[in-house]
């Protein structure tokens, strides 16, 4: 483990870059809830920089845990499989607080709209 010493106000913050080492984050969506048909996007690469951005968020988030993200072609309500999930080590229960804040960042970059990846 990798530990950082920062200084914040005076008092030192240490961090770990695999605090969420052991944890398991589960998370999925349907792809086509992620646009309308629309010619003007690349559909392909789009859902593609969405998934990356959406990992790379979640790894920066939670470093050391490993990310699983499900999805599936189709529309409409989330499938119970593809409802984010976090399991803590030693087969802990999984926990609804870590599972909230996952999806307040997959929400995020949906939101951010940068992932788009327009048709040339």
């Known amino acids: 483990m990798t530990a950082n010493n920062e200084r914040v ?13 052991g944890y398991e984050i589960v998370t999925g969506w349907l792809t086509g809830n992620l646009l309308n048909d629309d010619d003007s996007v690349d ?15 979640l790894l920066e988030a939670f470093p050391g845990a490993e990310i ?9 309500s ?7 999930v976090v399991y803590p080590p030693d087969d ?3 926990s609804d607080e870590l ?3 996952v999806d307040r960042i ?13 048709a040339e």
């Open 9 to 21: 106000d005076g008092e030192t913050i240490t961090t770990s870059d695999d605090l969420f080492a």
């Open 43 to 57: 559909v392909g690469a789009t859902e593609a920089a969405y998934e990356s951005m959406v990992e790379s968020a």
């Open 92 to 94: 802990a229960m999984p």
């Open 106 to 118: 997959v929400e995020g970059v949906f939101e951010s709209f940068r992932w788009i990846v327009w």
């Open 68 to 76: 699983k993200i499900r999805t599936q072609d189709g529309s409409g």
């Open 78 to 84: 989330t499938p119970i499989p593809f409802h984010t």
């Open 99 to 101: 599972a909230e804040r």
